[in-house]
């Protein structure tokens, strides 16, 4: 190892997340990557189910958006659509929200459907999701 990486390497350590290692895979890493994950079972979040009321609540709005056309009809998501049943209820909810005030921008369309349901809509749709 020459003196310039040996200097580097706890500088690169120090900065290495989960969210930029994929920065340094080629693509038949993240393929091979890919193919391992989608064969492991959902891991089960031990998340309680909504109450009917929340539940009932939340298919209203649901179907208003019309989620299960891209996210599918039990909400498992498939190829570029990510999945929402047994995600985090917060992470749920705040996912939501953020593409409603337009701070999350990756997809223009999902902001245009979460501005047309209330936040009371968002909180009774993480929940019901979450627990699926």
């Known amino acids: 190892m020459c003196s310039l990486d040996a200097g580097l ?3 690169r ?3 290495f997340t989960a969210s930029n290692a994929f920065f340094f895979l080629v693509a038949w890493e993240v393929m091979a990557l890919a ?5 492991k079972t959902w891991p089960n979040l031990q998340q309680p189910r909504a109450p009917a009321d929340v539940a ?9 958006v019309v ?4 996210h599918q009809s039990q909400y498992q998501g498939d190829g570029t659509q990510p999945r929402l049943a047994g995600q985090g209820k917060d992470y749920l909810q705040q996912s ?5 005030n337009r701070s999350r921008a990756n997809n ?4 245009d459907l979460m501005r047309s349901i209330s936040e009371d809509d968002i909180a009774a749709c993480a929940a019901y999701l979450a627990g699926l």
């Open 35 to 39: 193919a391992y994950f989608s064969q």
């Open 96 to 100: 939501m929200i953020d593409f409603r």
């Open 56 to 64: 009932a609540h939340a298919l209203q709005a649901m179907n208003a």
């Open 9 to 11: 390497k706890p500088y």
């Open 13 to 15: 350590m120090s900065c």
């Open 108 to 111: 223009p369309g999902m902001s």
């Open 67 to 70: 989620c299960s056309s891209c």
